[in-house]
T-cell receptor
């Protein structure tokens, strides 16, 4: 089944404890992206990657890191999480060949930082 | 940078009626405008998109219109059904840096029988 998977789905952690949220897609998509969703603010883009070893900042990159060493994986790293990073996080991927831009979203990761 | 505003934030319609959600964007260079539907507990799912070289696109009960001069685009859902109840998001992206997306704040649509 073609899909985007995220792990973990739920995570409660404490301020300052480094964590990684994994994202993997099995559709051979070039493009991948991370978003956070907060009430009343919609989806805000954190980072995106047009292809392996190519990443760029979205609108809210502060406090996050990403890497794209393999085409299928795009992990989101919080080096020192803070309570304002409590949010619902979505990973998405998209084919870029033939100018197709539709994004396929994962199921989401709900992160709570205390 | 680009700013996308979405209205209304909530929309309640009777089953069978039409629903319209409107988004405005600020960057005239934006040229790709998708709409996503998010059901409770799930990730957003693309329902329709439009590019700046097209004024209208339709897919069964769903249509999107684009007014480049006024910089706004709208989602139209006709003959609404209870399964149309969800949160809808609009978004905008530019062709030269299309990987960067700005989303609207979302519209909660409730279809009452």
């Amino acid at each position: 089944e073609a899909q985007v998977t995220q792990n973990p789905r739920y995570l409660i952690t404490v301020t300052g404890k480094k964590l990684t949220v994994t994202c993997s897609q099995n559709m051979n998509h070039e493009y991948m992206s991370w978003y956070r969703q907060d009430p009343g603010l919609g989806l805000r883009q954190i980072y995106y990657s047009m292809n392996v070893e190519v990443t760029d900042k979205g609108d809210v990159p502060e406090g996050y890191k990403v890497s794209r060493k393999e085409k299928r994986n795009f992990p989101l790293i919080l080096e020192s999480p803070s309570p304002n990073q409590t949010s619902l996080y979505f990973c998405a991927s998209s084919p870029t060949r033939l100018a197709r831009y539709e994004q396929y979203f994962g199921p989401g990761t709900r992160l709570t930082v205390t | 940078g680009e700013n996308v505003e979405q209205h209304p934030s909530t929309l309640s319609v009777q089953e069978g009626d039409s629903a319209v959600i409107k988004c405005t964007y600020s960057d005239s260079a934006s040229n790709y405008f998708p709409w996503y539907k998010q059901e409770l507990g799930k990730g957003p799912q693309l329902i329709i998109d439009i590019r700046s070289n097209v004024g209208e696109k339709k897919d069964q009960r769903i249509a999107v219109t684009l007014n480049k001069t006024a910089k706004h685009f709208s989602l139209h859902i006709t003959e609404t059904q209870p399964e149309d109840s969800a949160v809808y998001f609009c978004a905008a992206s530019k062709g030269d840096s299309w990987g960067k997306f700005q989303f609207g704040a979302g519209t909660q649509v409730v279809v009452t029988p």
